[in-house]
Nanobody, 122 residues
Framework: QVQLVESGGGWVQAGGSLRLSCAAS??????YAWFRQAPGKEREFVSR????????KYTDSVKGRFTCSRDNAKNTVYVQMNDLKPEDTAVYYC?????????????????WGQGTQVTVSS
């Protein structure tokens, strides 16, 4: 059974940091991505990285603040989120695909985690 399990969400004051983890089981993926969804808004792309961890992409609003990485031995990906802002408040989802190529759309990823809440207070 393929599973993606996120952890690490929580409450933090503006300027604080959190690290989210996404543990995969059941298969190996070539691309992972993080998306987020705030109340009343559509799910939006945050970041993605390839199987080597060398190719990373970020949405403009998190560049310089968020860093993705992966540990293939643990089949786990991470996103380190620094200098968090209230507008970062959302449910964060891990997504994955075994396709050779991936982009920043939700359609590119066939496997999704259950989400983890991140709340940033001002």
């Amino acid at each position: 059974q393929v599973q993606l399990v996120e952890s690490g969400g929580g409450w933090v004051q503006a300027g604080g940091s959190l690290r989210l983890s996404c543990a995969a089981s059941g298969r190996t993926f070539t691309w992972y991505a993080w998306f987020r969804q705030a109340p009343g808004k559509e799910r939006e792309f945050v970041s993605r990285l390839d199987w080597t961890g060398a190719i990373t992409k970020y949405t403009d609003s998190v560049k310089g603040r968020f860093t993705c990485s992966r540990d293939n031995a643990k089949n786990t990906v991470y996103v380190q989120m620094n200098d968090l802002k209230p507008e970062d408040t959302a449910v964060y989802y891990c997504a994955a695909t075994s396709a050779t190529r991936a982009d920043s759309t939700t359609q590119a990823y066939e496997y999704w985690g259950q989400g983890t809440q991140v709340t940033v207070s001002s």
